[in-house]
C-alpha cells in the first residue's frame, strides 16, 4: 500500500476548505416530477423552469498529484426524475472547449458521485463503503458528435502508407482493424478499455469506487448523457435508471432524500484524475411520483 | 513515502511505496563504444510492437546522437535543469533524487513533454559537439569534433518513476522479472507517468488514449531469450540478462560481472533516483565532465578498466559473447589456454562458444585456381 503522510498544514486547509464550503451549501436541490421520457438534451425547454443550486467546488487535496488552485470554482445544478429516471443538468463556465487529447492536452469533464449504501466518505468513498460514479467526458461526446477521434481526425495531415494485417487504403480508418492480427496492436480497445473504443454509445461511463486508487468500469453501463459547449460555458446532462437491477444500484429514490457530490475538470488547465476541483455532499430532495 | 536503499548513489532514499525487489531483475549493458547508430534495434522494436494505430511516432526503443539529439526533445537537459546543480561525494549522492525534490502535492519532479518534442526522433543526428580540451582524440585527418550514440529503452527501474506517479496504481512491476509494464485495461490516459518518467519511456497513444511502453519483450524473456533489440543489434553491443543487487551478486553472471565485478557498465543517471536497470559502458573519447554528469561518479573507473579489457581475459571474454546468441546467458567462463569464452543457461548447459581472436588466415597474393588477384589476402 502507498505510504502517505499528510502534512498537518494540509490537513488544517483541507479542514478550512470542508468548512468554507459547508458555510457556502446552498439549500437542498429539490428534483422534481416530470411526467416524461427522462430529457436527455441539456437544451430542453423545460430545464428553465427546474429548480437550480449553485454548488460550490474546492480543491481535492488528499491524493497525490493534487491542483489546489483549480479553475472551476462552482457548478450550477439542476435536476429532474420521471419515477424510474433521474437527470441531472450541470452548467459551468469555461473559457475553453477541450474536447480532443494529444500527449500534451487534455479534456474537459464533470462527474457525479452517489453512495450505493446509505453514506460514504467523499473522497470517493471507502473500503466496503462504495460510491456510484457517472463520468462524463468531452472527448467522448466529441466522438459522438463527429466521429471517433483517429489519426486522420487528430492529424489531418498525417500519411501512413501500411500497417501490417489492415487491408485497404489509407488512412486505413480504425474500424476497418477487422484482422485479429491487426487488432493485437489496438490493446485497450480488445483489452475492452472504454477509453480505446471506437464504437462510444455514451459520454457517460459508469464507475463504481470503494476509496482513491479503485476506480472501476462496471460491467453493466446504464448511464446516458450530452454535453452542449457554448457561450464559454459547458451544459451537461448525466442521466440514469434510479435501478438498472445491478448491485451497484444506490438506494436513491422518489419521494426520499439522498446524497450527491460532484467533480469538474478544466481540460485548458491540465486538470485530469486526481487534479480536479470536488464538492462537498449535497442532498438531492426526490419530489414523489405524480400523476 | 518510504525509505529504500539505492545502491547506485550510495544511500538510501525515499520512495512512494516500501522497496520490493523482484525475484530476478531484468538488466541489459550496452556498450556505447561499439554502437554505429545504424537502428536496427529501433526498427526491430517498431515491427515487432509499434505498429499499431496511434503508434505511428512511438518508438519504444531509439538511438539519438549525444549531445544534441534527444526522443523526446530534451528529456534529459530539461530534467536536469528542473532538479539544478547537485552533489555527489565520492560514490555517494548527496543531492536530491527526483523523488526528493518532489513539489507539494507531487510525488517527485515530473515534466511533461509537449506534443513536437516526439515528432523529432533523429533530431541532432550526427550532429558533433566542440573540441576536446585535451586535443583532437584523432590526430590525422584533423578531427576534433565529438560525439556518440546512445541507444535506450525502458530502464525497467528498481523504482519506477512511472509505477510512483500512477494514481490508479495501473502500473506495476513483475515480480519474476522486474519488467514494468502498464495495464493496458486499467490506463485512463492521465499521462502522469507520461509526466514522471525522466527518460522520456512511457508514451501516449492518442488513438487508444492510454500510454504504453516498452514490454521487455517479456512473452520471449518468459522463454528464455534476449529481447529483439538485443538479438538483432549488428553492432553487437548489447546483452540482455539479469542483475542481481550487489550484496548477492555473483562473478559469473554476465551482468553482475560487468555492472559489479568490474564497474564497467554504469547506470543512466543515477542521481535520479530510479536504479535503471540498462546500463552504459560510457564511450572513451567523449570529454569526461559530460559523462561524470551522466553515468556518475564510476566513469573514470569504468573507461580505465575498458582500455585495459585486451588484458583482462574474462571481460574480453565477455565482451565477445555480446550478441552471439540469442537465448539469455545465466552464466560465463573465459578460457585463456585455448582463447575461447563460453556462455550458459540456467542448467549449466553451454549455449554458445566464441574464439575471443578471430583466427588468421593466410592466402596468397594470386589464387592459381580461381585465377584471380587478392586485394585483402590475410
Request: some cysteine.
Amino acid at each position: 500500500m502507498r505510504a502517505r503522510r499528510l502534512p498537518l498544514a494540509l490537513l488544517a486547509l483541507i479542514f478550512a476548505l470542508g468548512l468554507a464550503a459547508a458555510e457556502a451549501q446552498q439549500a437542498a436541490l429539490q428534483v422534481p416530477f416530470v411526467k416524461i421520457a427522462i430529457p436527455v438534451d441539456p437544451g430542453w425547454t423545460g430545464w428553465k423552469a427546474a429548480p437550480a443550486v449553485q454548488v460550490p467546488l474546492m480543491p481535492q487535496a488528499v491524493a497525490q498529484p493534487w491542483n489546489l488552485t483549480p479553475s472551476i470554482k462552482q457548478l450550477r445544478v439542476q435536476a429532474v426524475h420521471n419515477g424510474t429516471w433521474i437527470a441531472f443538468r450541470i452548467s459551468w463556465k469555461d473559457a475553453t472547449k477541450n474536447a480532443v487529447m494529444y500527449t500534451d492536452s487534455f479534456r474537459d469533464a464533470v462527474a457525479l458521485m452517489v453512495p450505493v449504501g446509505k453514506a460514504a466518505p467523499i473522497i470517493m468513498g471507502g473500503p466496503g463503503e462504495r460510491v456510484l460514479i457517472l463520468h462524463w467526458k468531452a472527448d467522448w461526446q466529441e466522438d459522438i458528435d463527429t466521429t471517433f477521434q483517429d489519426i486522420a481526425q487528430l492529424y489531418p495531415n498525417a500519411w501512413q502508407d501500411w500497417y501490417p494485417f489492415v487491408a485497404g487504403e489509407p488512412p486505413y480508418d480504425i474500424t476497418a482493424w477487422t484482422n485479429p492480427e491487426a487488432r493485437r496492436y489496438l490493446t485497450g480497445w480488445v483489452l475492452g478499455n472504454p477509453r480505446s473504443q471506437p464504437d462510444k454509445r455514451t459520454a457517460v461511463e459508469e464507475q463504481i469506487a470503494e476509496g482513491f486508487s479503485t476506480l472501476t468500469t462496471t460491467e453493466r453501463q446504464s448511464a446516458v448523457g450530452k454535453g452542449v459547449y457554448a457561450d464559454g460555458a459547458w451544459h451537461v446532462v448525466i442521466a440514469r435508471p434510479f435501478a438498472a437491477g445491478d448491485p451497484n444500484d444506490p438506494a436513491w429514490r422518489p419521494g426520499r432524500s439522498a446524497p450527491v457530490a460532484f467533480a469538474a475538470w478544466d481540460g485548458g488547465a491540465r486538470e485530469i484524475g486526481a487534479r480536479k476541483a470536488i464538492s462537498d455532499w449535497i442532498t438531492l430532495k426526490l419530489g414523489a411520483v405524480g400523476r | 513515502m518510504a525509505t529504500v536503499k539505492n545502491w547506485q548513489i550510495g544511500r538510501e532514499m525515499e520512495y512512494p511505496f516500501p522497496g520490493s525487489r523482484p525475484r530476478r531483475q531484468f538488466a541489459a549493458v550496452f556498450d556505447l563504444n561499439k554502437c554505429i547508430g545504424c537502428q536496427t534495434c529501433t526498427m526491430a522494436c517498431k515491427t515487432t510492437w509499434t505498429v499499431g494505430k496511434g503508434q505511428e511516432y512511438m518508438l519504444w526503443n531509439n538511438v539519438e546522437t549525444k549531445p544534441y539529439g534527444g526522443y523526446p526533445l530534451g528529456w534529459d537537459v530539461t530534467r536536469l535543469e528542473r532538479l539544478g546543480p547537485q552533489t555527489w561525494e565520492g560514490d555517494r549522492y548527496t543531492g536530491k533524487t527526483l523523488f526528493e525534490a518532489a513539489p507539494a502535492g507531487e510525488p517527485m519532479v515530473k515534466r511533461l513533454p509537449e506534443e513536437l518534442d516526439w515528432a523529432h526522433p533523429n533530431a541532432g543526428e550526427d550532429e558533433a559537439a566542440g573540441t576536446l580540451d585535451r586535443g583532437a582524440y584523432f590526430t590525422m585527418p584533423v578531427h576534433g569534433m565529438w560525439s556518440f550514440y546512445l541507444p535506450r529503452i525502458c530502464m525497467h527501474c528498481t523504482y519506477p518513476a512511472c509505477v510512483a506517479a500512477c494514481p490508479r496504481q495501473a502500473i506495476y512491476k513483475r515480480p519474476e522479472d522486474g519488467i514494468v509494464l502498464v495495464d493496458q485495461s486499467r490506463c485512463r490516459g492521465y499521462r502522469e507517468c507520461v509526466q514522471a518518467c525522466p527518460y522520456g519511456k512511457v508514451l501516449y497513444n492518442p488513438v487508444l488514449r492510454i500510454s504504453q511502453k516498452c514490454i521487455g519483450c517479456f512473452p520471449a524473456v518468459e522463454q528464455g531469450t534476449q529481447p529483439r533489440c538485443v538479438t538483432t543489434c549488428i553492432g553487437k553491443i548489447r546483452l540482455m540478462g539479469f542483475l542481481s543487487p550487489p550484496d548477492q551478486a555473483r562473478a559469473d553472471r554476465p551482468m553482475d560481472f560487468l555492472v559489479h565485478a568490474r564497474k564497467v557498465a554504469l547506470p543512466l543517471y543515477p542521481q535520479f533516483g530510479l536504479e535503471g536497470n540498462i546500463y552504459y559502458i560510457p564511450p572513451v573519447n567523449v570529454p569526461r565532465g559530460f559523462l561524470r554528469q551522466m553515468f556518475g561518479p564510476g566513469t573514470d573507473g569504468a573507461i580505465e578498466t575498458y582500455l585495459r579489457g585486451k588484458d583482462d581475459p574474462e571481460l574480453l571474454g565477455l565482451l565477445h559473447l555480446f550478441g552471439d546468441a540469442k537465448e539469455i546467458l545465466e552464466s560465463f567462463r573465459a578460457f585463456p589456454a585455448t582463447g575461447e569464452a563460453a556462455g550458459y543457461d540456467g542448467k549449466g548447459r553451454e549455449i554458445v562458444r566464441v574464439p575471443v581472436k578471430e583466427p588468421d588466415y593466410l592466402r596468397p597474393f594470386y589464387d592459381a585456381a580461381r585465377q584471380v588477384y587478392r586485394h585483402n589476402i590475410t
